[in-house]
């Protein structure tokens, strides 16, 4: 156990790695909007056309960091991603698989890419997809169960999916992935009647 934990750590620093010469690379195309959409002498609150806690995130976090280090939002998003994406293979396949899934993560370019990315896609839309995941994947193993020693499952998977809705509206096709999955799961596709 301490042997996965130590490798984490070092996939952790091999993506810290990778991802620092890109923390200072200028701003492209429309992810300059997202610094306007925050500074509210620009922008009005609400002006972004999405659900509001991404806003929300740039407002308060870029304030604090720095219009011009927007980066280092992403860059955390995908660095808690990269611990996630560990945790649910992990979970559906073996410690070995988390640490592979990790380390493919950490070195892909266009993880790398979406790490980097100011807009919501890239890192913050799948950090709350992956905590979903994790929840669904839970309570799939006891059988979707309702016991007490289940609702913080239960409040997580509700949380994930209120949140990720809450940063986009497409969220709502990751939900309906893992609803047809549970409806397999339960049989529901097997004849008209239980259709």
């Given at each position: 156990?301490?042997?996965?934990?130590?490798?984490?750590?070092?996939?952790?620093?091999?993506?810290?790695?990778?991802?620092?010469?890109?923390?200072?690379?200028?701003?492209?195309?429309?992810?300059?909007?997202?610094?306007?959409?925050?500074?509210?002498?620009?922008?009005?609150?609400?002006?972004?056309?999405?659900?509001?806690?991404?806003?929300?995130?740039?407002?308060?976090?870029?304030?604090?960091?720095?219009?011009?280090?927007?980066?280092?939002?992403?860059?955390?998003?995908?660095?808690?991603?990269?611990?996630?994406?560990?945790?649910?293979?992990?979970?559906?396949?073996?410690?070995?698989?988390?640490?592979?899934?990790?380390?493919?993560?950490?070195?892909?370019?266009?993880?790398?890419?979406?790490?980097?990315?100011?807009?919501?896609?890239?890192?913050?839309?799948?950090?709350?997809?992956l905590?979903?995941?994790?929840a669904?994947?839970t309570?799939?193993?006891?059988?979707?169960?309702?016991?007490?020693?289940h609702?913080?499952?239960?409040?997580?998977?509700?949380?994930?999916?209120?949140?990720?809705?809450?940063?986009?509206?497409?969220?709502?096709?990751?939900?309906?992935?893992?609803?047809?999955?549970?409806?397999?799961?339960a049989?529901?596709?097997?004849?008209?009647?239980?259709?």
């Open positions: 156990r301490w042997r996965n934990f130590i490798t984490l750590g070092l996939i952790a620093t091999m993506y810290v790695a990778l991802h620092l010469p890109g923390l200072s690379v200028p701003y492209h195309q429309d992810e300059y909007k997202w610094q306007m959409y925050a500074n509210p002498e620009i922008f009005e609150p609400g002006s972004v056309p999405h659900p509001p806690l991404t806003e929300l995130i740039y407002r308060k976090v870029g304030h604090a960091i720095g219009y011009d280090n927007f980066r280092y939002i992403p860059f955390t998003f995908g660095l808690l991603n990269l611990f996630l994406i560990f945790a649910l293979a992990r979970q559906m396949y073996n410690a070995r698989a988390g640490l592979w899934a990790a380390t493919l993560f950490a070195v892909a370019f266009f993880s790398i890419l979406a790490s980097l990315m100011v807009d919501t896609d890239g890192a913050i839309l799948p950090f709350f997809l905590l979903f995941a994790i669904y994947y309570l799939k193993d006891v059988s979707f169960s309702s016991a007490p020693q609702r913080k499952w239960w409040a997580l998977l509700l949380g994930a999916a209120i949140l990720g809705f809450l940063v986009k509206v497409s969220f709502i096709l990751g939900i309906a992935a893992f609803a047809l999955d549970a409806a397999l799961v049989g529901a596709l097997s004849s008209r009647r239980r259709f």
